[in-house]
């Protein structure tokens, strides 16, 4: 049996491949998982401490949503103007980044982190907000202050990474207050 050259596929045949491709598409479409979905799971695992570090678009997709959904700045900060939500104790922050949330820009608030250790040598700080960056060397039994700027968007994320010299796995902390200002 042969087939001619010129023979074209069958009605049947094109309509199996279209409702394939479709089915395809629809759970290709469907798979990825909602956003809000994927900020709720990402902020308790920052609470429970873990999660230390975002990556670029997780920090995107926070402060997005926090432009987006104004209430869920005050859910995450239990109604306070300004606060940290990764894991901490009091301030305490056990690790090399931490994250913060700035409700309003009113009252002003002055960032302040240090090191709750005598250190061998001198850390880096560096406050990220969408807008502005501030970078510190902070020498033994110092401390860093700096009063968040007020130029939005709000509500804000506040990035804050603490990295010491050592690339060992020494483990050391910080005390990390946003403190109101008048």
């Not at 087939?3 to 074209?8: E, F, L, N």
């Not at 402060?63 to 990764?86: H, K, V």
């Not at 980044?97 to 700035?102: D, E, G, I, P, S």
Request: aromatic letters at 8%; proline letters at 8%.
């Amino acid at each position: 049996m042969t087939i001619p050259y010129r023979a074209r596929p069958g009605a049947g045949f094109i309509l199996c491949v279209v409702v394939v491709s479709g089915a395809i598409a629809f759970f290709a479409w469907g798979a990825p998982s909602p956003r809000l979905e994927k900020l709720w799971q990402l902020q308790v695992e920052l609470s429970a401490g873990q999660r230390t570090r975002l990556s670029q678009s997780e920090r995107e997709l926070l402060q997005d949503t926090l432009l987006r959904y104004p209430d869920f700045a005050e859910t995450l900060l239990g109604g306070a103007p300004a606060g940290l939500i990764s894991a901490n104790d009091g301030g305490l922050v056990r690790g090399r980044h931490a994250y913060a949330v700035r409700r309003s820009p009113t009252p002003r608030t002055l960032l302040s982190v240090v090191p709750t250790r005598s250190l061998r040598d001198a850390i880096r700080v560096r406050v990220r907000t969408s807008a502005a960056t501030r970078e510190a060397l902070i020498a033994k039994q110092e401390k860093f202050s700096w009063q968040l700027p007020d130029d939005g968007p709000f509500p804000q994320l506040v990035h804050i990474e603490i990295e010491d010299g050592a690339r060992g796995r020494r483990r050391w902390s910080a005390l990390v207050r946003l403190e109101p200002l008048p």
